[in-house]
């Protein structure tokens, strides 16, 4: 059974920094091309960034070029989302994904 348990969201001011965490299992992590989605109140859920089963290719929504970073660790079957220079529109539910499965989410908000 895959499963993905998000963490590391909160509150913070615009201009701060977080790290989303996800811990995978249930699927052979290490061969499986991950990614972050999103989910803005009132809006759709959108894709926010793609990395490649060995990390070495990574994708980015336009809008989060530059402040965030995709990244993963698998000898610990975990992927990360460093979220830099925040802005309040980066507020939304994050939940890391595979195929068609996706966490519980961990929520962000940005607020001063």
């Known amino acids: 059974e895959v499963q993905l348990v998000e963490s590391g969201g909160g509150l913070v001011q615009p201009g701060g920094s977080l790290r989303l965490s996800c811990v995978a299992s249930?699927?052979?992590?290490?061969?499986?091309?991950m990614r972050w989605l999103r989910q803005r109140p009132g809006k759709e859920l959108e894709w926010v960034s793609n990395?490649?089963?060995?990390?070495?290719?990574?994708w980015y929504t336009e809008s989060v070029k530059g402040r965030f970073t995709i990244s993963r660790d698998n000898a610990k079957n975990t992927l990360y989302l460093q979220l830099n220079s925040l802005k309040t529109e980066d507020t939304a539910m994050y939940y890391c994904?595979?195929?068609?499965?996706r966490g519980q989410g961990t929520q962000v908000t940005v607020s001063s």
């Open positions: 994904g595979k195929d068609q499965y």
């Open positions: 249930g699927f052979a992590f290490s061969d499986s091309p």
């Open positions: 990395i490649s089963s060995g990390g070495g290719n990574t």
